[in-house]
């Protein structure tokens, strides 16, 4: 995997985005890079991380997403939360999260979502 090494001034700008609201998916998306390296640059800028947040109203737009094949990030990307917040959101409303892969699913969202 290549790597994308950013320069300080972008580094300033990842910085002053994340404080100003965007998400370490928003930003990875915005820079080219994971969001880990997004999590990382933050940290070495002694930035406290935010846990991912998940907007309750996207949960069947989520759902949708996941259960037609796309992955937890790729749904993230979509819904601007982490992987890791859909996944917890999603698995709290009955959605059986796959063990990995894009295998699809059979059930639908609404079924999936109580609706």
Known sequence: MAHTLLRP?????????????????????????????VATHLSRREVTIRRGRFDPSRIHEAADLYLSGLTLAE????????????????????????????????ITASTAVGG
């Open 75 to 106: 749904v993230g990307m979509k819904v601007g939360a982490g992987p890791q917040a859909v996944r917890r959101a999603l698995a709290s409303h009955g959605v059986v999260i796959r063990p990995g892969g894009r295998c699809g699913s059979r």
């Open 9 to 37: 001034e972008q580094v300033d700008d990842l910085v002053a985005q994340y404080r100003e609201g965007a998400t370490l998916v928003e930003l990875a998306s915005v820079f080219g890079v994971n969001r880990r390296t």
